[in-house]
């Protein structure tokens, strides 16, 4: 049989057009490799096509950084590949849940499961983690079915020992439990534990790093996570939520320049990814924008601040977007903002005209589940209540009980005192209406501007009582998360209130505690500074007042009490 040999020609353009295919393919290869580790390092083999799992990869790394919006996309990206990949709708259904934030989309995630289906490519371990998952979204209120998953998940980390991923969402699904006010730290505990022998073992994996964090995220034992929050934006660069996470663990550390920066990096990272995608300024990141305007107040960057709050007032003008899993979302990251600024500047004449400049404004609308204060976060989540097919948090009248609480403050500071005891009897209707947390949350403000006003008006007994019953209240909530849901930390005020009173001693003891429970926080050490001064103690003063000139290296200048640390410091040094 005669043999056929292609022309030179013919042969010279299959060889190119082969060439070219392998650097395609090689090129697709290391640019998914890229995308993957832009996010962290995940080990999950799954019975997916490559092209299949290359997407669902990147969407489970997605997943750990709590970045739902892009899981989304490459989950479904990669059953629109292969549409009997099983696994993909897994991650579609994961990231309906939002574990530490309270939230859920139960009627999106059912739907997703109704495609899931028993296939030959099916290996044992898939089945158990798509059992899992409908476990997840099965009967019961929400706690309930997150302790049903938290024990399938248990089951899973026990039946396949080297699975990474089985362990690290046990980890997750262990702190996804835990609820405002529950007592004791074990689950926390184990949790930590869990996500840190995976750390060790694989030191890029983001929810590894991301679950220290979150575990860990108290004043008590913030220090334990330090590493893993020095590390985690550098294993997760592309996700906002990533560069933010370390902030947690700063905050609880009274480490301002450093929750500054995180949360710049934060915000930067939120805002690229906005504009790249060509989406409603509406989504990027307040949660990092209001953590950084505390920051900076700490840091007496007073103008940094008001610029902040700038920010996400242009964006309330500028887009009518709504958040679907969080209504009000916006209207309550303002008054959260606001209301850190007033506090931390002091500023208690401009209270009103702050509150007045939100864009959009709420009333009249119907009663909605809401963002949860700025620093409430994992192991602090609020109770939990049905809406449309989801779960949100119930902090609806939030923005309410904050304007009226923060109003009352600056009545009493301005002194008009018939304004503040309208605002403390408004704050104890409000409260009739709640329940939880919040109730004690609003219990707490009703108290402080009550014992604020009577201080000012010179009935100082009246007050420290007051002040007795509002600190016993804050100390049996959970320990604070992130800026204070408070706004004004009460033993913070109840130190204001014993100088006021003449009993520096006394105040000087709150002031301790205060700064146990947010360490460097720039109102207590200035405060913990006076009282040593007026009670003698010129050391400690000048160590407290010291304290607060380092972090208000970057204070704007001029401001009153940058130059309150240095005149003492000043005339301390001339004795």
Known sequence: MKSFTLPTRSRTLRAVTFALALLLAFGLVQQATAQQAALGKV????????????????????????????????????????????????????????????????????????KIHDTKKLTDRERAYLDAVKTLYGEGDKLTRDKNYALAMEKMYHDYPSDQEAAILYSLALLGTVRAGDKGFSRQMKAGAIAMDIYQKNPNHPGAAHFIIHAFDDPEHAILALPAAYRYAQIAPDAAHARHMPSHIFVQLGMWDEVAKSNESAWEASDNWVKRKHLSLSLRDYH????????????????????????????????????????????????????????????????????????????????????????????????????????????????????????????????????????????????????????????????????????????????????????????????????????????????????????????AQQFAVALARQPNRARSLLGAARAASQSGDTKEAAVAYSKVLKIWSQADAGAAELREAQDYLKQAGGR
Do not use: C
């Open 43 to 114: 080990d999950f083999p799954t019975s997916g096509s490559p092209k299949a799992q290359a997407h669902f990869l990147r969407g489970l790394a997605a997943l750990h950084s709590f970045w739902f919006e892009e899981a989304l996309d490459e989950f479904r990206e990669a059953t629109k590949l292969e549409p009997d990949f099983m696994m993909g709708y897994w991650g579609e259904a994961m990231a309906y849940n939002h574990p530490l934030w309270s939230e859920q989309d139960t009627a999106a995630a059912r739907q997703v499961l109704s």
């Open 288 to 507: 990092s924008l209001s953590w950084l305007l505390y920051a900076y107040t700490q840091q007496g960057r007073y103008q940094k601040a008001e610029e902040t709050l700038a920010v996400i007032r242009k964006s309330m003008t500028d887009s009518s977007n709504e958040n679907d899993m969080r209504p009000n979302y916006y209207e309550n990251a303002y008054t959260d903002m606001s209301a850190a600024l007033i506090v931390g500047t002091e500023r208690w004449a401009e209270a009103k005209k702050i509150f007045a400049m939100m864009p959009q404004k709420i009333e009249g609308k119907a009663p909605a589940a809401a963002a949860p204060p700025s620093g409430e976060h994992a192991g602090h989540n609020m109770a939990q209540m049905p809406m449309d097919g989801k779960t949100t948090r119930p902090t609806a009248q939030r923005y309410k009980y904050l304007t009226t609480f923060i109003n009352g403050l600056a009545a009493a500071n301005l002194h008009n005192s018939e304004e503040a005891e309208r605002s403390a009897a408004e704050l104890k209707a409000l409260r009739a209406q709640l329940q939880g947390q919040q109730a004690k949350l609003v219990e707490i403000m009703e108290l402080e501007v009550s014992a604020l006003n009577a201080s000012l008006k010179g009935a100082h007994n009246d007050a420290i009582e007051m002040m007795k019953r509002a600190t016993a209240v804050e100390e049996d909530l959970s320990p604070p998360s992130g800026p204070p849901a408070l706004i004004k930390p009460s033993h913070e005020l109840f130190g204001e209130i014993y100088l006021r009173a003449k009993r520096p001693k006394d105040a």
